[in-house]
């Protein structure tokens, strides 16, 4: 592997020696086995949570972790998040792990009208630093507020994807310069699938989209005058039509059909599937949330990309025998009324 090592511990360095063993960082295997080596640390706080009736719980991306907590009042989740805080760090002492509390953050969700000042948890007796809420959080590149409205996260996009727009400009200065349907293609491979991104976060039924679809009609815009060369007065619907690019509300809505029938590709025990249709994964008796539990009434509450999933995964998939009897010869559709069927032939 021709890779070399060495270590610092306080004021002593090692001398440097080759490394002829192990994985490198970034490899394909890091994730499988950094999975493996964290799964019981995972298993143990959630059981002694659990014991303490503390409702906590624990996601863990790699070395990036979340504790989600719910409750009306802020005291009693603080108080809870600290108990969590001062477990977590104890254990992965055992483990020879650190965590780095200049990195640790917190962020309250909340749906009240009026000012919301929560107040900070203080984690110094823990050997961390006194948290204060911030108003948005950034999590795996999503832009999260209190209110779940995601006009953060697509203004970010919009202004990195209108600011490519301008750079590409660039292009027609060139030697050969670019044509219009290189333009299309360059802002259908180049730009709507960063504007886009995970726009299954806001883009679901029942929900307002009038914010997002005005400021993601604003860089499509831009660019179907880039790429005709039109006039800044020209309309939006006319140009669109002209370059042939969809408009985005529709352009939404074929994503989001095909991606929520992409789910029902995934295997039985997913989670999202659990979520769904329990009867479809043999651990769901161990899953208490789902679709299916919940009243009338709570489901028409809820507005999540789920809802969708469900009701296209109940309703737009049709069973059907193919070896039925109405498909033999003879006995189809075309032959009992070839009288009523008429075909026109097109020849190019």
């Not at 994964?281 to 919940?294: A, E, K, P």
């Not at 999540?304 to 559709?333: C, Q, T, W, Y």
């Not at 009288?339 to 020849?347: L, M, P, Q, S, T």
Request: net charge positive; aromatic share 12%.
């Amino acid at each position: 592997m021709n890779r070399k090592t060495n270590y610092f511990w306080n004021n002593f360095t090692s001398p440097i020696c080759n490394v002829n063993i192990g994985v490198s960082q970034g490899s394909v295997l890091s994730p499988i086995l950094s999975a493996l080596y964290l799964s019981p640390f995972i298993y143990i706080p959630e059981n002694h949570l659990k014991n303490l009736k503390i409702p906590i719980s624990i996601i863990l991306f790699v070395d990036d972790g979340l504790f989600i907590s719910q409750n009306k009042f802020i005291n009693i989740l603080n108080s809870h998040l600290f108990c969590s805080y001062n477990i977590l760090t104890k254990l992965l002492k055992k483990f020879s792990l650190i965590v780095k509390h200049s990195k640790t953050e917190i962020f309250h969700f909340n749906r009240s009208q009026g000012v919301f000042n929560p107040p900070p948890l203080d984690l110094t007796l823990l050997g961390g630093s006194i948290l204060w809420p911030n108003d948005l959080w950034k999590y795996l590149n999503f832009i999260f507020n209190r209110k779940l409205m995601f006009h953060q996260h697509v203004n970010f996009y919009a202004n990195k994807s209108i600011s490519m727009v301008k750079c590409m400009k660039l292009l027609d200065n060139s030697n050969c310069g670019i044509n219009p349907l290189q333009k299309c293609l360059l802002y259908r491979t180049c730009i709507l699938s960063i504007v886009l991104y995970r726009f299954e976060l806001w883009f679901y039924n029942h929900t307002p989209m009038t914010y997002h679809l005005k400021a993601l009609g604003k860089i499509q815009r831009r660019a179907a005058i880039w790429i005709l060369g039109a006039f800044k007065t020209s309309l939006s619907y006319g140009i669109e039509a002209i370059t042939g690019l969809v408009p985005i509300k529709l352009h939404l809505q074929k994503l989001g059909g095909r991606l929520q029938l992409r789910t029902h590709k995934l295997l039985p025990n997913y989670l999202i599937c659990s979520l769904i249709d329990p009867q479809s994964n043999v651990y769901s008796s161990q899953n208490f949330i789902h679709l299916n539990s919940l009243t009338k009434h709570q489901h028409s509450l809820i507005k999540s990309h789920l809802v969708d999933m469900a009701n296209r995964f109940n309703k737009s998939l049709l069973s059907f025998a193919p070896l039925h009897s109405e498909f033999l010869p003879g006995l189809r559709i075309i032959d009992n009324f070839s009288d009523c069927i008429a075909f026109n032939v097109c020849y190019k």
